[in-house]
């Protein structure tokens, strides 16, 4: 087999250095008293004992699969090669992925090897996938680093997407440095208040923004090349809540006057009802029109460069079933 050169990815040169095994290294040992994510449990992973993500040594991975429902430049015509991670480090009420994301005890059976794990990857790159793309991976940096390194020499040489609820640490973010080509980050809230009431997530709009700095100085604003796929920068998504829950202006004004409007921007529609948050009235409702219409406009005002946004009648669309094979194929 031809091996792959660092013109076809960044980590390939990681590899090739021998820097690319040393980060798994690191990685692997903070797992013994883990400060993966901003949580920073510290328990020992390495010898099964389970923080607030409820993850141990192994990898858990719900489902792969070509998926075509991400942006346009992340999706593009043959699909993005997407790998569910099971559980997370975030608890949102209204989480479309709850199946896998909330139910840990559902995901015992998902655990795999990180042999496995670069298997996966492999048989993506294999269905000719634009990317690898890594969903909720904050809690299993280490994992994916140590797979990557493996897969690497089996031949993988397709980008890797960074798809992340924002809630990381930058010392985790700064490892994967030349490893990463596109981050497809969230900002959720711009109120810490609301983080803490609906995720859980206490000083959620604080790590989210060192998180979104850290990864627009590694990655830069979102480029695309032929067919318009993405082949490096940061595309940041922003979920529109009802009620303004989400801050979307302040959000959107932070993301433009404190980073970049060179930044890709993923203004999403796509808020449904589901989980737990009917037991909130707020977040029973949809998103309005006209709630909608007024984030596109302050999107224009700000002068965001690459913009994807949703039809309203996306929340019919995108809710997922993860006991598919395909859980967006509907």
């Known amino acids: 087999m031809m091996m792959p050169t660092a013109a076809d990815a960044p980590?390939?040169?990681?590899?090739?250095?021998?820097?690319?095994?040393?980060?798994?290294?690191?990685?692997?040992?903070?797992?013994?008293?883990?400060?993966?994510c901003p949580r920073n449990c510290r328990v020992n992973r390495l010898e099964g004992e389970l923080g607030y993500c409820h993850s141990g040594k192994e990898p858990i991975v719900a489902s792969y699969c070509d998926h075509h429902g991400e942006e346009p430049p992340v999706s593009g015509s043959r699909g993005s090669g997407t790998i569910f991670f099971g559980n997370c480090n975030l608890r949102c009420v209204f989480c479309q992925n709850h199946q896998i994301s909330q139910d840990w005890q559902a995901q015992?059976?998902?655990?795999?090897?990180?042999?496995?794990?670069?298997?996966?990857?492999?048989?993506?790159?294999?269905?000719?996938?634009?990317?690898?793309?890594?969903?909720?991976?904050?809690?299993?940096?280490?994992?994916?680093?140590?797979?990557?390194n493996l897969a690497i020499p089996r031949g993988l040489k397709i980008p890797i997407v960074y798809n992340t609820n924002s809630y990381?640490?930058?010392?985790?973010?700064?490892?994967?440095?030349?490893?990463?080509?596109?981050?497809?980050?969230?900002?959720?809230?711009?109120?810490?208040?609301?983080?803490?009431?609906?995720?859980?997530?206490a000083g959620y709009s604080r790590h989210a923004r060192t998180a979104i700095k850290e990864m627009f100085n590694q990655a830069g604003g979102l480029v695309t090349g032929a067919g318009g796929i993405a082949v490096r920068g940061v595309l940041v998504r922003h979920l529109v809540l009802p009620g303004n829950i989400a801050g979307t202006r302040q959000c959107l004004a932070w993301l433009a006057n404190e980073v970049s409007n060179e930044v890709g921007l993923s203004l999403m529609s796509?808020?449904?009802?589901?989980?737990?948050?009917?037991?909130?009235?707020?977040?029973?409702?949809?998103?309005?029109?006209g709630e909608y219409v007024k984030a596109l406009r302050q999107v224009k005002e700000l002068g965001?460069?690459?913009?994807?946004?949703?039809?309203?009648?996306?929340?019919?669309?995108?809710?997922?079933?993860?006991?598919?094979?395909?859980?967006?194929?509907?």
């Open 11 to 36: 980590y390939i040169e990681l590899y090739n250095s021998g820097e690319l095994e040393e980060r798994a290294k690191r990685l692997e040992r903070r797992l013994a008293l883990c400060d993966i």
């Open 108 to 148: 015992e059976c998902n655990r795999v090897s990180v042999n496995d794990l670069a298997d996966f990857m492999l048989k993506l790159q294999e269905k000719s996938c634009h990317n690898i793309n890594l969903v909720s991976p904050s809690h299993f940096v280490p994992q994916f680093v140590s797979a990557l």
């Open 168 to 201: 990381d640490s930058p010392d985790t973010l700064r490892e994967l440095n030349g490893i990463i080509s596109i981050y497809l980050p969230d900002l959720k809230y711009a109120d810490d208040e609301n983080a803490k009431r609906y995720s859980d997530a």
């Open 270 to 289: 796509q808020y449904h009802p589901c989980h737990r948050a009917f037991k909130y009235p707020e977040l029973t409702g949809i998103v309005e029109a």
């Open 304 to 330: 965001f460069k690459k913009t994807y946004i949703q039809g309203l009648g996306s929340p019919r669309v995108y809710l997922p079933d993860f006991n598919k094979e395909k859980p967006f194929e509907d």
